[in-house]
Structures are given as C-alpha cells and as structure tokens.
C-alpha cells in the first residue's frame, strides 16, 4: 500500500527530528531477515534506547538534509533499517553489531558520527565506545587516583615506623 503524500511528509518530519538530536546513526541492509527476527530487534532497540526505523530510502534522503548525517546519503540503496543512538554515540552500533553476530543476513554498510562518515569495516571502533555510564566511571577512577595515591603515601609513614619498632624489639628478645 503506497503512502499518500501526507504521510510521506510525517515520516520525513519524524525522522528528521530523530536525526537532528541524534548522537550517530548506522544503516544496515536487511534483506532475507524474517519478521519475528526483526521484532525482537526492535525490542531490543526500544531498550537500548535506540530509535530504529526502516524509511524509504528517497524519504531518508529528505530526512538528513541539513543534519549531521547528510554525509550517507550516497549510500543508501537497497533495503535499509536506520538506527539512530540517542543516549550515547555506540548504542545503534553496538546493537546492529550485536544483532549481526546472531544473524549473519543484517550486513552493516555505514555509520556516521558528528558529520564523519564511517565504513563498515570500521563500526567497531563505534561500537566499542563507553556507555554514559562507564565513561563518568572512568572519569571517577582517573580522578580519584591521586588522592588514594596520597592517602596510602600518608598511611605508609607510621606503617614503616611501627614495621621499624616492632624490628627493633625483635632483635633485642633475640639477643
């Protein structure tokens, strides 16, 4: 059933909107995957916090005019599923790379962050990036580690006097 141009117009707009407030998006090539497959890929899109939608590809075009995602508009033909990540810049890589390890009929063809076009060889290094969470981690335990540094400095003064008393006493019981 063709779309009437109204809801053409709905789903460039939606799209758009994803794609202007969105960290990175991938593009993935799905033919010959079944539909429940797809579902519980959508399922885990929807958990992962990933806006997942499959456009026409004229209608993507119109879509990321004027975003930062302009830059994969040359790639796109075929049958695709756009992903979009919008709580961190891995999440659509991580999950369509995830997804494409259990079914080998998803094949990733491109990605883009920040303007940057990424090849599909290349999505994991996307992919691999921190969460939110673990970056405030990392961010913490790099700044934490000098002052547990000092603290054990500070703590091994009287340590070693008291290592040094307890020798001394030692070699007098012993003599």
């Known amino acids: 059933m063709a779309l009437t141009r109204q809801e053409k117009e709905a789903v460039v707009a939606e799209v758009a909107d994803i794609a202007s407030s969105a960290h990175s998006a991938v593009m993935a090539e799905y033919r010959g995957i079944s539909v429940t497959d797809l579902t519980e890929l959508r399922a885990q899109a929807r958990n992962s916090g990933v806006y997942l939608r499959v456009v026409k590809n004229s209608l993507a075009k119109r879509?990321?005019?004027?975003?930062?995602?302009?830059?994969?508009?040359?790639?796109?033909?075929?049958?695709?599923?756009?992903?979009?990540?919008?709580?961190?810049?891995?999440s659509a890589?991580?999950?369509?790379?995830?997804?494409?390890?259990?079914?080998?009929?998803?094949?990733?063809?491109?990605?883009?962050?920040?303007?940057?076009?990424?090849?599909?060889?290349?999505?994991?290094?996307?992919?691999?990036?921190?969460?939110?969470?673990?970056?405030?981690?990392?961010?913490?335990?790099?700044?934490?580690?000098?002052?547990?540094?000092?603290a054990r400095t500070l703590n091994e003064v009287p340590g070693k006097l008291v290592r040094t008393v307890e020798a001394v006493r030692l070699s007098k019981d012993a003599s």
């Open 63 to 90: 879509a990321v005019q004027g975003t930062e995602f302009e830059c994969m508009q040359e790639g796109m033909s075929g049958p695709l599923i756009f992903a979009f990540s919008q709580e961190d810049p891995g």
């Open 93 to 150: 890589a991580r999950l369509l790379r995830d997804f494409a390890k259990e079914n080998d009929k998803l094949v990733i063809t491109m990605a883009a962050v920040g303007g940057q076009k990424i090849e599909a060889g290349d999505i994991g290094k996307l992919a691999n990036l921190p969460t939110r969470d673990e970056a405030i981690s990392l961010l913490m335990s790099v700044m934490q580690a000098p002052i547990v540094k000092f």
